[in-house]
């Protein structure tokens, strides 16, 4: 690694799958084209994480995993806040129960608490501590790992999770960040990105194809647990005189080399 590369920001991201005839969707939305991160493109639900997402005072309020060891619980716990903040979906449940929130309980919830979180006004322990909630954390599989290449000014290191969205629940924008959204399958947003229909950036797209792997949302989630995740860290070659990102063979995704493109980010 470079030893003038720019520091990793932590950051999680997260694929929420629905069932689809003949094949599963998955959530994505459109950033706003004023947002200094992807802007304009297609991506999934995501960001950096925040203090209060790995704090010890919120252990009690995490459900399903082993809290002391488990080395993703702050991700986790970001990328559960990330799809509540940018898309109304909450994997949470009340404390001491095995269901999820009920539709009647988001209602308030989203009233009470996501604009707060989305303006910083509070954080994942204020709600679940108010609230009195279990975060659902067994719920968010780890699906790949990918760090922003060395040459660009902004990286992060991001983990890319996946996750059933629950049925009664109704995944919305939030108008903020984000300014569309869509459920889509990852064959139709590929075509698309052929078809320059929508911006895609590299590591979206190689989720995309990896997602498109599985035709339900099982098959997913089970590729998703049996999965070695490695690493995914892409650089640049220049060949036949243009510059190609390219990434290592072991990483488990398809070897597809892309132009150099300005927007790189994970």
Known sequence: MSENAAPLIAAATVLLVRQAEPQLQVFMVARHQQIDFASGALVFPGGKLEKADGAEQLIPFIGGIDVAKDELRAFRVAAIR?????????????????????????????????????????????????????LAADLMLPYSHWLTPTFMKKRFDTWFFIAQAPDDQLAVHDGHESVDSVWISPAEALADLAARKRTIIYPTRLNLMLLDESKSVAQALDASRARQIKP???????????????IAPDTGFPMIDSPVDPVMRP
């Not at 940018?86 to 608490?113: M, N």
Request: hydrophobic share 45%; proline share 3%; with cysteine.
């Open 82 to 134: 990330e799809a509540f903040e940018e898309c109304g979906v909450l994997l949470a449940r009340a404390r001491g129960e095995k269901t999820l929130v009920s539709p009647a309980r988001l209602k308030q919830l989203e009233a009470d608490w996501r604009g707060k979180l989305v303006k910083n006004e509070a954080s994942i322990l204020d709600m679940v501590m108010v609230e009195n909630l279990e």
């Open 232 to 246: 995914v860290l892409p650089w640049i070659e220049e060949s036949a005189g243009r510059k190609w990102l390219k």
